[in-house]
Structures are given as structure tokens and as C-alpha cells.
């Protein structure tokens, strides 16, 4: 009763300091008022933070980021609950006369922040700013205050068209702070306000670790970007958090270590074998690759795949076909290695044949001709039909229609290994269904589980037995065999190997095959009735991150018991990852006693120490089922160490660190060291006392390039800053960059440059550069690390025109257009100083000129009341024109309505020709 009646006080003191401020819609305070008036309320904000369950070293890093220092970054253990320390920080500046920026927040936990956020501050909840509002409604929620969330796009444009009020700006705080590199957005972002705000605080924070040790000097690197000098580190085995975590007495864990099968432990061997093989014949191939850390257990992550990615894609335009096949295939034993573990028998030998019908059918890799390969084969086919056969010979296996035939024997249910971990969790629930009984209380058990199959399996399995499930999944391998005897007999998969064919009917067996090999796990589009869903796509078995009403309880929550018995069945995967935020929710309104972990994960190990620890009152059992040697054991067990290795080498790199001199920018000394624009060879009586001669003298205006609002999705804007050139952005109809009024620029990436090619939309952008600008240029970005080539490797450059080479349609380009310049740049820094260059006889551009140029007509382009993204949408559409746009935009408040219009409103917008053209596409019926 105490501390509620201390939080109700604390409420009300929040409240009343909120109602002195009047309007909500009232600009921000030019002075710090605010913030000092704050800092007298230290007791009652750390009282406010107890609504967030916060624990005591959570309490420690939000300290450390508010009161230790202005600026820092935080970098914490997976699962150490910065979800509920982020929300405490943020309720700090829930202030009209406050302005904070929330930048890099993920989407997936977007939504839940704003709701708790809401809650907790309803006179003035937070704001998340997207491409759905206007530049003059953007502008309105800057004035308002408080907390924002923006994304980075949105927020560089809007702070160099001056709708951010960067002198107003409290601070901002930037989430995944280990992505935040010198050419991302976030940036260029804390970049403009560093230059434009000494005063303001930067907070950053990640619990991502590892991202730190693949790299050379990332901690110094990322630290320089984020204009930070400070660093606090809270890994897991933190004196303040191993008090906390280790000592909980009313959590009692039990690990149930199951035994696996004979033939999944040959199975687990064969994956390592040939795993082992495979990385042995990737150094053959490439000897000068670094196999540090690639290795059989570092295999078994995500990450290992981008680690080969990262150090190959410097020449993989280079590699043969066998080295990208090779690369390609880690990633499939890899899922083999988890569905090995996860799923049935029938699914995993389902997963098998389907992949080797589809590697067959398109490609043979390498690790089906290896003779461990046999064994999986085998080992695999024993858990099925109870027997085990003897494949052929790996060197023999190349009639697909051979391996694509049934082996011998027949699968019968009671003949298919049933998976252990289904038999260990059976025997749990039945043990706490007893125990209810004898207890005669109300038991709610949690099963965690990795994703929504298996929890539709699980589901399936403690209702109506595993036979029922085996049952399915036969049914299912039944059905997917006859259809690939169908297709084998057709030759398809003949075709498929030998090449033969006219390119229609090639057409059409490449779609079949796409088909065949979209089928792995038992994925089967035909049959809606089946209750497995291999993709775990099942809206309505995935639990929802609120408390439910009870009559939908078991809708939301897989509710499969009585009264009396609650057994609720969760999956703590979406779209690929964990959130801890909806952990910690489904904690709080679950409330759960026992929890049994089938599939362990070391932030859901982690969220329910901490859910334990917020309710030391409670008494809490947790079970984890684990395979005994398995490779989701062997998975668990190297996140855990691989964190700690990680930690060690940020703690080392945080040793030996030496930051520059005011590296935070608060002394303004760093902004004088930037955007300092080389010296050119014109500029005359230059001293050589200063920079010896190599600093130009600045001048009243710096040259700037005018910057169409789409490219601030890449690095170059961001670049041109920082070398010392303004960019405006705005929205161009003609080109991507205005250099001045004879210089216009469209940028190509390479792969940009084939589609535009293969469309004709670079032509048609060629057209218009030419009519309104005397010198047009096409620049073709280039990837620094990795090499290009605009031919194949078995094209040559012949004598003649073919239409279906780029070479040829490049040259085509040049004849038709004459003016055109092309340049070629390897790096976004050469762009700069190439624009540079370009910039040297010529004239300022104008921003309302360039933006007129190709548009309706001449209007306040920088200060646009249409929303960005539906605009893109609109000039997209077939009929639609530059001429066009705006009169459509003006006349029609949203795309759906646009939609809906009759023919005779289309063409008085847009001309009988072309508003015919729009009302056939809008209504589907376009003969075009």
C-alpha cells in the first residue's frame, strides 16, 4: 500500500508539473527551463521509473545515461531488459517544452512503445512521424514537443528544409546504435545537429554486442559516428546484474535433458561431416579466405553466411559457379541442422527429398556427392519407414527420376520415430495436470515455443496425440510424391537437366520447378484444409503481445486445458527475431507459475530471470526440455560464450581507446575540423601558413548541389555534406542532382542501370535531362570493394548491335544522345569531388527553378503540403504526367479516391487519351 500510494503521489506531481505548461500546441521553450525544472524532480523521476518494473541495474543505466553524463552510449546483454530502461528514459522528456528525436527504433517494437508510452503521459503522448504526413504537418508535430519518433529518411530532409527546429532540440536518442556507421543516415543526422546545436545531449544504445568485433577499430569507428566519447557496458556477468539474476529464490529451474535417437545422432554427424567437408573445399577454392571464424559450430548461426558474404563480395563477380553454390549451401545445412531438432521425422525427410529434388532440377552441390550425404539419406529414411535402405552411391546419383522414386517399404504411422521432445513434454504437462488436481488451485503453465508450426504441432499433439500429427505430415509427403512422379514422367526435370526445349515451354518448367522447390518442410499451396502451414504463417494461432478477454483467451493464447489446469502455448519468434518487449508483456498479463521452455533462446532464459526478480512474492518453475548433444544445445551454449568473448573485446577496445580532442562536438572544436573544402588550383594568394596551403578560404556561400528527396536513401547527400557542399533537398521531376543550371545528373547503381536499360526508363530520362539542361550527365556508382562487369562471362563483344546486351544498349544510349556525359565513379567520395570539380565554372543552381522544371507548374516545391510517398505512387501510374500530378493531387484527397472516380472525372483531370488510359489501370481492365 505504500508504494502505491507513493506512485499515485508521484502521478500526481508529474501531472500537475505537465498542467503548468499551457497549451500542448504551444512552441518549444527557447530557453532550458524545462530541463533544469526537471533535474529539481530527481526523486520523483526515479519514482516514475518503478512503473516500468525497472530492476536495480536497470535503475543504474538509466542513471548512467541521465545523470553520470549528457552524452553515452549503452550497450547491454541480449535480453537485459533495455526495452523497459528505454521507456524510462523516454518518459523523462514526455514535456511540451521539451523536444527529444527517436531515431533507428525498429518497427516491430515501434508500436508497443508507443502504446506503453501513452499510457503512462495521456496530456502529452509521443508522436511518430512517417511518410503519411505532409512537410506542413511534420512541421506542426516538431513545434508540439515531447518525445518523436521519426525515421532517418524523414528526419535528414526535414532538418535541411528547416522544419526541425534544431536550436529548440533537447537531444536525441538513437536505438541499434552498432549500425549507425559514417555513411548511414543516422550520421549524417547527428552530424547536422551537432553543427547546429552544441548544447543538446546524444544518447545511444544497443544490446548488440558482437557487432563490434567484426571489423577493424568498430568501437572507435561507431563512437566517432555517433559524436560520442563515452561508453557504459552491463553484459551479464556484471557484478550488479550476477547479484541480482543469480540469487532468486523463488525461481526454481529444472532442466529435462532428453536422450535423441540413434538415428538422429548419425544424423548430427553426417550434417558435421559434411558441414567440415564443405568448408574444406570453400578454402581449396579460395585459399586467401580468413576460416578464423568459420567453423562447424560457428555454422549453426545466422550470422555465419554474411560472415563468408562479407569477406567474398569483394570478388564474387569473380567466383565460379561452384564457389556461390558452395556459399549457398551453408545456409541449407544449416536449416537442416534446426529442423532436425524442431520438427517430425516426416518433415525432415520431406525437407531432404524436396532438396534434393530441387538441387537436382536446377544444379547439383556440392554436399549431395559427398558420402556422408549417404548417411543422412539413410539415418533419415529409417526414422520414417522404421528400416533403413542403402541409397545409391553418391558418384551414381545423377538420374533425378531415380532418387525422386518412393524406397522400400511402406510408411505407417506406428512405424514413424515419434519426436522425443513431444514425449517430455506429455509427461510434464500430465505432471502438473496432477498436481492441479491434488493442489485443487489454478496452475497457468506457458510453453515457449520457437515458431508458429511448431506450436500448431504442439497444439495438435498434447489434444490429439502425435499419431494425429504424423498422420498429417504422411499424408501430406504422399501427396507431394505423386506429384513429382507426375512431373518426372512429364520430363521436366529431364528438360531441366539437359537444357533442351523452345524457351516457352523452358518458361513453363522453370515456373513448375520454382514450385517443386518451394515445397520444403511440406509446404503444399493446393491443400487449404491441412491444419500444418510449414511457413508458420497462421494469424490465428500466434499470440497477441495484450491480455485477451477471457471468452477469447484460448483464440489468442492456444489455450488447450480447462479451468482449473491453464496451459498456454506461445511462440516468441516474429518475422525471424525475439523481442524482448513482447516477452516482458506477455510476463506481465500472463502472470504465469510454471513456464516450460521447449525450444531454448538465451533472451527468453533471460526475460524470465528478470520476470522472476520483479516478483520475488511469486513462486515460479521453470522447465527447459533439451536435446542431450544436440545442435540446439551446442547453439545455446555458443551465443552465451560468443556474448562473453564479444564483451571482452569491447572492454579491451574500450582499454585501449584513445578519442580525440572534444570528439562529442561540444566545444566546437571537431565542426571547425570539417567540411573543409579542398584547394583548387585557381584560387590565387592562398596562404601557406594555413593548412600549407591546402585549406581553400571560405567564402560567405558554400557551392551547393540541389538533391532530389529520393536519394536520401543512399550515402552520396551524406557524403556531399560532409566534404563541404550545402544540399538542398527537394523534389525533382528531371534528373537526381542540380549542379547548376547547365549541369543535371542522373545516378545509376549497376544493377540500376541494367533494369533502367532492359525498361527503357534511362531513355526516357535521357530525353528530359536533354531538353531542359545543356549538359546531362549520367553517373554510374560503383561498388569500392567489389569489381563490375556489364557482360557475362561467356558474352563477348561482337561486331554488331544485339538488343540483348547492355554493352550494345549502353553504346545505343550514346548515338541517340550525343550531349550525354557518362562518368564513372568507384566511390561516393570521388562523386563528391568530381561534383566538386563540375561545380568550378558554373553558375549557383536555383532550387524553384530546378523543381519547376518538368512539374505542373512553378510552386513553393520546398515547403510541399503532399505527403511523399503517395505522390510517388500517383506519377507512377499510366496516364498520369508531370503536367498532370499536382491538378490530380489538388482535385483528390487520397489514393482511394483516385480509385473510385468515374471515367468522365479521369479525363477531365487528365484528357480523354490519358484519363482513359488511368481509369482502364485503376479498374483492372487495361488492354495495354
Same mark, same amino acid.
Given at each position: 500500500?505504500?508504494?502505491?500510494?507513493?506512485?499515485?503521489?508521484?502521478?500526481?506531481?508529474?501531472?500537475?508539473?505537465?498542467?503548468?505548461?499551457?497549451?500542448?500546441?504551444?512552441?518549444?521553450?527557447?530557453?532550458?527551463?524545462?530541463?533544469?525544472?526537471?533535474?529539481?524532480?530527481?526523486?520523483?523521476?526515479?519514482?516514475?521509473?518503478?512503473?516500468?518494473?525497472?530492476?536495480?541495474?536497470?535503475?543504474?543505466?538509466?542513471?548512467?545515461?541521465?545523470?553520470?553524463?549528457?552524452?553515452?552510449?549503452?550497450?547491454?546483454?541480449?535480453?537485459?531488459?533495455?526495452?523497459?530502461?528505454?521507456?524510462?528514459?523516454?518518459?523523462?522528456?514526455?514535456?511540451?517544452?521539451?523536444?527529444?528525436?527517436?531515431?533507428?527504433?525498429?518497427?516491430?517494437?515501434?508500436?508497443?512503445?508507443?502504446?506503453?508510452?501513452?499510457?503512462?503521459?495521456?496530456?502529452?503522448?509521443?508522436?511518430?512521424?512517417?511518410?503519411?504526413?505532409?512537410?506542413?504537418?511534420?512541421?506542426?508535430?516538431?513545434?508540439?514537443?515531447?518525445?518523436?519518433?521519426?525515421?532517418?529518411?524523414?528526419?535528414?530532409?526535414?532538418?535541411?528544409?528547416?522544419?526541425?527546429?534544431?536550436?529548440?532540440?533537447?537531444?536525441?536518442?538513437?536505438?541499434?546504435?552498432?549500425?549507425?556507421?559514417?555513411?548511414?543516415?543516422?550520421?549524417?543526422?547527428?552530424?547536422?545537429?551537432?553543427?547546429?546545436?552544441?548544447?543538446?545531449?546524444?544518447?545511444?544504445?544497443?544490446?548488440?554486442?558482437?557487432?563490434?568485433?567484426?571489423?577493424?577499430?568498430?568501437?572507435?569507428?561507431?563512437?566517432?559516428?555517433?559524436?560520442?566519447?563515452?561508453?557504459?557496458?552491463?553484459?551479464?556477468?556484471?557484478?550488479?546484474?550476477?547479484?541480482?539474476?543469480?540469487?532468486?529464490?523463488?525461481?526454481?529451474?529444472?532442466?529435462?535433458?532428453?536422450?535423441?535417437?540413434?538415428?538422429?545422432?548419425?544424423?548430427?554427424?553426417?550434417?558435421?561431416?559434411?558441414?567440415?567437408?564443405?568448408?574444406?573445399?570453400?578454402?581449396?577454392?579460395?585459399?586467401?579466405?580468413?576460416?578464423?571464424?568459420?567453423?562447424?559450430?560457428?555454422?549453426?548461426?545466422?550470422?555465419?553466411?554474411?560472415?563468408?558474404?562479407?569477406?567474398?563480395?569483394?570478388?564474387?563477380?569473380?567466383?565460379? +559457379?561452384? =564457389?556461390?553454390? &558452395? %556459399?549457398? /549451401?551453408? #545456409? *541449407? !545445412?544449416?536449416? $537442416?541442422?534446426?529442423? @532436425?531438432?524442431?520438427?517430425?521425422?516426416?518433415?525432415?525427410?520431406?525437407?531432404?527429398?524436396?532438396?534434393?529434388?530441387?538441387?537436382?532440377?536446377?544444379?547439383?552441390?556440392?554436399?549431395?556427392?559427398?558420402?556422408?550425404?549417404?548417411?543422412?539419406?539413410?539415418?533419415?529414411?529409417?526414422?520414417?519407414?522404421?528400416?533403413?535402405?542403402?541409397?545409391?552411391?553418391?558418384?551414381?546419383?545423377?538420374?533425378?527420376?531415380?532418387?525422386?522414386?518412393?524406397?522400400?517399404?511402406?510408411?505407417?504411422?506406428?512405424?514413424?520415430?515419434?519426436?522425443?521432445?513431444?514425449?517430455?513434454?506429455?509427461?510434464?504437462?500430465?505432471?502438473?495436470?496432477?498436481?492441479?488436481?491434488?493442489?485443487?488451485?489454478? +496452475?497457468? =503453465?506457458?510453453? &515457449? %515455443?520457437? /515458431?508458429? #508450426? *511448431? !506450436?500448431?504441432? $504442439?497444439?495438435?499433439? @498434447?489434444?490429439?496425440?502425435?499419431?494425429?500429427?504424423?498422420?498429417?505430415?504422411?499424408?501430406?509427403?504422399?501427396?507431394?510424391?505423386?506429384?513429382?512422379?507426375?512431373?518426372?514422367?512429364?520430363?521436366?526435370?529431364?528438360?531441366?537437366?539437359?537444357?533442351?526445349?523452345?524457351?516457352?515451354?523452358?518458361?513453363?518448367?522453370?515456373?513448375?520447378?520454382?514450385?517443386?522447390?518451394?515445397?520444403?518442410?511440406?509446404?503444399?499451396?493446393?491443400?487449404?484444409?491441412?491444419?500444418?502451414?510449414?511457413?508458420?504463417?497462421?494469424?490465428?494461432?500466434?499470440?497477441?503481445?495484450?491480455?485477451?478477454?477471457?471468452?477469447?483467451?484460448?483464440?489468442?493464447?492456444?489455450?488447450?486445458?480447462?479451468?482449473?489446469?491453464?496451459?498456454?502455448?506461445?511462440?516468441?519468434?516474429?518475422?525471424?527475431?525475439?523481442?524482448?518487449?513482447?516477452?516482458?508483456?506477455?510476463?506481465?498479463?500472463?502472470?504465469?507459475?510454471?513456464?516450460?521452455?521447449?525450444?531454448?533462446?538465451?533472451?527468453?532464459?533471460?526475460?524470465?530471470?528478470?520476470?522472476?526478480?520483479?516478483?520475488?512474492?511469486?513462486?515460479?518453475?521453470?522447465?527447459?526440455?533439451?536435446?542431450?548433444?544436440?545442435?540446439?544445445?551446442?547453439?545455446?551454449?555458443?551465443?552465451?560464450?560468443?556474448?562473453?568473448?564479444?564483451?571482452?573485446?569491447?572492454?579491451?577496445?574500450?582499454?585501449?581507446?584513445?578519442?580525440?580532442?572534444?570528439?562529442?562536438?561540444?566545444?566546437?572544436?571537431?565542426?571547425?575540423?570539417?567540411?573543409?573544402?579542398?584547394?583548387?588550383?585557381?584560387?590565387?594568394?592562398?596562404?601557406?601558413?594555413?593548412?600549407?596551403?591546402?585549406?581553400?578560404?571560405?567564402?560567405?556561400?558554400?557551392?551547393?548541389?540541389?538533391?532530389?528527396?529520393?536519394?536520401?536513401?543512399?550515402?552520396?547527400?551524406?557524403?556531399?555534406?560532409?566534404?563541404?557542399?550545402?544540399?538542398?533537398?527537394?523534389?525533382?521531376?528531371?534528373?537526381?542532382?542540380?549542379?547548376?543550371?547547365?549541369?543535371?545528373?542522373?545516378?545509376?547503381?549497376?544493377?540500376?542501370?541494367?533494369?533502367?536499360?532492359?525498361?527503357?526508363?534511362?531513355?526516357?530520362?535521357?530525353?528530359?535531362?536533354?531538353?531542359?539542361?545543356?549538359?546531362?550527365?549520367?553517373?554510374?556508382?560503383?561498388?569500392?570493394?567489389?569489381?563490375?562487369?556489364?557482360?557475362?562471362?561467356?558474352?563477348?563483344?561482337?561486331?554488331?548491335?544485339?538488343?540483348?546486351?547492355?554493352?550494345?544498349?549502353?553504346?545505343?544510349?550514346?548515338?541517340?544522345?550525343?550531349?550525354?556525359?557518362?562518368?564513372?565513379?568507384?566511390?561516393?567520395?570521388?562523386?563528391?569531388?568530381?561534383?566538386?570539380?563540375?561545380?568550378?565554372?558554373?553558375?549557383?543552381?536555383?532550387?524553384?527553378?530546378?523543381?519547376?522544371?518538368?512539374?505542373?507548374?512553378?510552386?513553393?516545391?520546398?515547403?510541399?503540403?503532399?505527403?511523399?510517398?503517395?505522390?510517388?505512387?500517383?506519377?507512377?501510374?499510366?496516364?498520369?504526367?508531370?503536367?498532370?500530378?499536382?491538378?490530380?493531387?489538388?482535385?483528390?484527397?487520397?489514393?482511394?479516391?483516385?480509385?473510385?472516380?468515374?471515367?468522365?472525372?479521369?479525363?477531365?483531370?487528365?484528357?480523354?487519351?490519358?484519363?482513359?488510359?488511368?481509369?482502364?489501370?485503376?479498374?483492372?481492365?487495361?488492354?495495354?
Amino acid at each position: 500500500l505504500k508504494q502505491r500510494w507513493l506512485v499515485a503521489v508521484c502521478l500526481v506531481s508529474k501531472f500537475e508539473f505537465l498542467s503548468t505548461v499551457t497549451s500542448p500546441n504551444m512552441d518549444i521553450a527557447d530557453d532550458n527551463t524545462a530541463v533544469s525544472e526537471l533535474k529539481q524532480h530527481d526523486e520523483v523521476k526515479m519514482t516514475l521509473t518503478r512503473e516500468f518494473s525497472l530492476l536495480p541495474f536497470q535503475h543504474r543505466m538509466l542513471e548512467d545515461l541521465v545523470e553520470a553524463s549528457p552524452d553515452g552510449m549503452l550497450v547491454v546483454g541480449r535480453g537485459m531488459g533495455l526495452d523497459r530502461m528505454m521507456l524510462a528514459l523516454l518518459s523523462l522528456y514526455t514535456d511540451p517544452r521539451m523536444l527529444v528525436l527517436v531515431i533507428n527504433t525498429p518497427d516491430a517494437d515501434l508500436g508497443l512503445l508507443l502504446e506503453e508510452l501513452s499510457g503512462f503521459s495521456p496530456l502529452h503522448p509521443p508522436v511518430a512521424i512517417t511518410t503519411d504526413q505532409s512537410g506542413v504537418e511534420r512541421k506542426r508535430l516538431y513545434r508540439r514537443g515531447g518525445v518523436v519518433f521519426v525515421t532517418s529518411r524523414i528526419l535528414v530532409v526535414d532538418m535541411l528544409t528547416d522544419k526541425v527546429p534544431l536550436d529548440k532540440v533537447t537531444g536525441l536518442i538513437v536505438s541499434n546504435a552498432h549500425t549507425v556507421t559514417p555513411a548511414t543516415s543516422e550520421a549524417f543526422i547527428l552530424r547536422l545537429f551537432r553543427h547546429a546545436n552544441r548544447t543538446g545531449f546524444i544518447k545511444a544504445v544497443t544490446d548488440n554486442a558482437h557487432a563490434f568485433i567484426n571489423g577493424f577499430a568498430l568501437v572507435e569507428k561507431v563512437l566517432k559516428s555517433l559524436w560520442l566519447a563515452k561508453m557504459h557496458l552491463y553484459p551479464r556477468f556484471q557484478s550488479s546484474v550476477k547479484k541480482r539474476l543469480d540469487q532468486l529464490p523463488n525461481l526454481s529451474v529444472f532442466e529435462s535433458k532428453v536422450r535423441i535417437t540413434k538415428p538422429m545422432e548419425r544424423i548430427q554427424q553426417a550434417l558435421v561431416s559434411i558441414l567440415t567437408s564443405c568448408l574444406k573445399h570453400l578454402k581449396k577454392l579460395r585459399p586467401g579466405l580468413d576460416m578464423k571464424h568459420l567453423n562447424a559450430e560457428t555454422g549453426l548461426f545466422q550470422s555465419f553466411y554474411q560472415n563468408i558474404r562479407r569477406q567474398l563480395d569483394g570478388v564474387w563477380y569473380n567466383l565460379g +559457379i561452384k =564457389t556461390k553454390q &558452395l %556459399v549457398k /549451401d551453408f #545456409r *541449407t !545445412l544449416r536449416e $537442416l541442422a534446426v529442423y @532436425l531438432d524442431q520438427y517430425d521425422a516426416v518433415s525432415f525427410y520431406h525437407t531432404l527429398q524436396t532438396l534434393r529434388t530441387s538441387q537436382f532440377a536446377f544444379n547439383t552441390s556440392y554436399w549431395l556427392m559427398l558420402d556422408p550425404t549417404d548417411n543422412l539419406f539413410d539415418y533419415a529414411h529409417e526414422r520414417v519407414y522404421g528400416e533403413r535402405i542403402k541409397v545409391q552411391p553418391a558418384a551414381k546419383r545423377a538420374n533425378t527420376e531415380a532418387a525422386a522414386k518412393p524406397g522400400p517399404g511402406t510408411a505407417d504411422v506406428d512405424k514413424v520415430e515419434t519426436s522425443p521432445k513431444w514425449e517430455a513434454l506429455v509427461e510434464e504437462v500430465e505432471k502438473l495436470r496432477t498436481l492441479a488436481g491434488e493442489t485443487e488451485g489454478n +496452475i497457468r =503453465t506457458l510453453v &515457449l %515455443v520457437r /515458431d508458429g #508450426r *511448431t !506450436l500448431t504441432q $504442439l497444439k495438435t499433439v @498434447l489434444s490429439e496425440g502425435p499419431k494425429v500429427v504424423l498422420k498429417q505430415q504422411l499424408e501430406r509427403y504422399r501427396r507431394w510424391k505423386r506429384t513429382t512422379r507426375k512431373m518426372s514422367r512429364r520430363g521436366v526435370i529431364k528438360a531441366a537437366n539437359s537444357g533442351i526445349g523452345d524457351s516457352s515451354g523452358n518458361m513453363r518448367d522453370r515456373q513448375r520447378r520454382k514450385q517443386l522447390a518451394a515445397q520444403v518442410v511440406g509446404d503444399d499451396a493446393d491443400d487449404d484444409d491441412d491444419i500444418d502451414d510449414s511457413q508458420g504463417h497462421l494469424q490465428e494461432v500466434l499470440a497477441e503481445h495484450v491480455l485477451p478477454p477471457e471468452q477469447d483467451f484460448e483464440k489468442h493464447y492456444n489455450e488447450v486445458a480447462g479451468s482449473g489446469f491453464q496451459l498456454v502455448l506461445h511462440s516468441y519468434t516474429q518475422d525471424n527475431r525475439v523481442s524482448s518487449v513482447r516477452l516482458h508483456r506477455l510476463f506481465n498479463d500472463l502472470q504465469p507459475t510454471h513456464i516450460i521452455t521447449y525450444d531454448i533462446h538465451m533472451i527468453v532464459i533471460r526475460q524470465i530471470e528478470q520476470y522472476a526478480a520483479r516478483y520475488p512474492d511469486v513462486g515460479i518453475e521453470m522447465t527447459i526440455l533439451l536435446l542431450e548433444s544436440s545442435f540446439q544445445e551446442q547453439q545455446y551454449l555458443s551465443s552465451l560464450r560468443h556474448e562473453k568473448e564479444a564483451f571482452t573485446h569491447v572492454i579491451w577496445a574500450k582499454s585501449q581507446m584513445a578519442a580525440q580532442v572534444d570528439q562529442d562536438g561540444r566545444l566546437g572544436i571537431r565542426q571547425r575540423g570539417e567540411r573543409t573544402l579542398a584547394q583548387r588550383p585557381e584560387d590565387a594568394n592562398v596562404s601557406s601558413r594555413k593548412a600549407g596551403g591546402r585549406a581553400a578560404p571560405m567564402s560567405s556561400q558554400r557551392p551547393k548541389v540541389i538533391v532530389d528527396m529520393r536519394e536520401f536513401r543512399s550515402s552520396l547527400p551524406a557524403i556531399l555534406y560532409e566534404f563541404g557542399l550545402d544540399v538542398v533537398p527537394i523534389t525533382l521531376t528531371v534528373g537526381d542532382y542540380v549542379l547548376s543550371p547547365e549541369y543535371c545528373v542522373e545516378r545509376k547503381s549497376l544493377s540500376d542501370l541494367i533494369g533502367s536499360l532492359k525498361t527503357g526508363r534511362l531513355y526516357n530520362q535521357a530525353v528530359a535531362m536533354s531538353q531542359s539542361y545543356a549538359k546531362p550527365v549520367l553517373l554510374i556508382e560503383l561498388e569500392e570493394t567489389k569489381p563490375f562487369s556489364l557482360a557475362s562471362y561467356n558474352e563477348g563483344l561482337g561486331g554488331d548491335i544485339d538488343f540483348k546486351s547492355t554493352l550494345s544498349k549502353l553504346v545505343l544510349l550514346t548515338l541517340h544522345f550525343p550531349k550525354l556525359r557518362i562518368f564513372w565513379c568507384n566511390t561516393p567520395r570521388a562523386t563528391a569531388e568530381l561534383f566538386y570539380e563540375m561545380k568550378r565554372s558554373g553558375a549557383e543552381p536555383d532550387a524553384a527553378t530546378a523543381g519547376a522544371i518538368g512539374a505542373d507548374a512553378p510552386g513553393d516545391l520546398l515547403e510541399s503540403k503532399y505527403a511523399p510517398e503517395p505522390e510517388a505512387v500517383l506519377r507512377k501510374i499510366p496516364g498520369v504526367t508531370a503536367t498532370t500530378a499536382l491538378r490530380i493531387m489538388d482535385a483528390v484527397p487520397n489514393l482511394r479516391a483516385l480509385a473510385s472516380l468515374s471515367l468522365e472525372q479521369c479525363q477531365k483531370l487528365c484528357g480523354q487519351l490519358n484519363g482513359r488510359v488511368m481509369y482502364n489501370f485503376l479498374q483492372n481492365s487495361s488492354d495495354l
